[in-house]
């Protein structure tokens, strides 16, 4: 148990330690670049995605590793989309109240979170189409999370209660 802690604290520093030093686009790169790179990182977490659900199928009673795997991959969804926010808040017109690297992650998690407090919100077109496709995608991993976690939980009860 405590290995598994230490690695999910690791992911965790490891993450927020990319997420501070990784340098963005600003306004002045080229608009194919950021949705290029936009593209890529989408295509990254989705093959994550995939290999957490074969995963899931092929070794169903391991469901700590699939655990910490999930854990890494909200971490770095949430780092992506943080990055790409602060990228698109470099631009004229598509963010309120993204302003700097704490903006970005609050929107971000706030968004993941499902709580949206209306202070911090999309105005343009590529912010609106950012945050579609992580809403997209954090519905996809929460239903990968229930469907991970519900099993051993009802399997601890079953445990507990024998």
């Not at 704490?102 to 998690?109: E, N």
Request: aromatic share 8%; with cysteine.
């Amino acid at each position: 148990m405590r290995t598994r802690v230490g690695r999910n604290a690791l992911v965790v520093a490891g993450s927020l330690a990319i997420y501070i030093v990784c340098p963005v686009p600003g306004k002045d790169a080229p608009p194919l670049l950021a949705w290029l790179l936009f593209a890529v990182g989408v295509v990254a977490i989705g093959w994550a995605v995939v290999a957490l659900v074969r995963r899931r199928r092929t070794a169903p009673e391991d469901s700590g590793v699939k655990l910490e795997a999930l854990v890494a991959l909200v971490y770095a969804l949430v780092v992506f989309f943080a990055l790409t926010y602060l990228s698109l808040a470099t631009r004229d017109d598509e963010f309120v109240g993204v302003d700097n690297r704490v903006d970005a992650m609050y929107f971000t998690v706030s968004t993941l979170a499902t709580v949206g407090f209306g202070d911090v919100h999309a105005v343009g077109s590529a912010a609106r189409v950012a945050v579609t496709v992580q809403m997209a995608l954090d519905l996809l991993v929460l239903g990968i999370a229930a469907r991970l976690v519900g099993p051993a939980l009802a399997r601890r009860w079953a445990e507990k209660a024998a």
